[in-house]
């Protein structure tokens, strides 16, 4: 059984470009989850989709966006690239049952803005 | 808001020594408590949770116990083997909510 899988695994950008990350959740599951992970540091809540829409969000601005299809994968995409958005950007999903507060993470995609 | 503080590393033990990673926590209200383990070039694992007071996680000999008497959730295990070197997060989430909050992390090696 799969669990979630992250595309690509390693990227390079420079400032001003954009950046799409995909995510398969683990079979089963239909919500999915975005961390920003810098180096050194825990991961930070991006935001969450379930059922295609955009159900909570952290403290990140509008340059980070995202999208569920009807297969439960998921994408970020990243407008305007900075320097600080170098990170390990994680996929998460779970299945929504009230309280469970299980989720399974991807390896990640590690970003290098230069 | 919510946020989690841990010890900061990095740790470094012999294998069979015991461990101890301090975390503690602000939040209102009663969160689910977490600890997860990164290995390299791995995602994060959910290592054992607790959801109330006084709850005891535990799995592969590790073992947490949620205080909200002092706002703790450590982290122990009594004999460490080199398997367990990884970076190692406490974390929290409100009740009804899957949103994390993590610490910083704490990197733990254990030498043969």
């Known amino acids: 059984d799969a669990g979630v899988t992250q595309s690509p695994t390693h990227l390079i950008k420079t400032r001003g470009q954009q950046v799409t990350l995909r995510c398969s959740p683990k079979s089963g599951h239909d919500t999915v989850s975005w961390y920003q992970q810098a180096l050194g540091q825990g991961p930070q809540f991006i935001f969450q989709?379930?059922?295609?829409?955009?159900?909570q969000r952290g403290n990140f601005p509008d340059r980070f966006s995202g999208h569920q299809f009807p297969n439960y994968s998921s994408e970020l995409n990243v407008n305007a690239l900075l320097l600080g958005d170098s990170a390990l950007y994680l996929c998460?999903?779970?299945?929504?049952?009230?309280?469970?507060?299980?989720?399974?993470f991807g390896a990640g995609s590690r970003l290098t803005v230069l | 808001g919510n946020s989690v503080t841990q010890m900061e590393g990095p740790v470094t033990l012999s294998e069979e020594a015991f461990l101890t990673i301090n975390c503690t926590y602000t939040?209102?209200?009663?969160?689910?408590l977490f600890w997860y383990v990164q290995y390299p070039g791995e995602g994060l694992q959910l290592l054992l949770k607790?959801?109330?007071?006084?709850d005891k996680g535990s799995n592969k000999g590790f073992e947490a116990t949620y205080r909200k008497e002092t706002t703790s959730f450590h982290l122990e295990k009594g004999s460490v083997q080199v398997s367990d070197s990884a970076v190692y997060f406490c974390?929290?989430?409100?009740?009804?909510?899957?949103?994390?909050?993590f610490g910083k992390g704490t990197k733990l090696t254990v030498n043969p």
């Open positions: 607790a959801t109330k007071a006084d």
């Open positions: 939040a209102t209200g009663y969160p689910s």
């Open positions: 998460a999903s779970s299945f929504q049952v009230p309280g469970a507060n299980v989720l399974t």
């Open positions: 989709y379930y059922e295609e829409e955009e159900r």
């Open positions: 974390a929290l989430s409100d009740v009804g909510s899957e949103k994390l909050v």
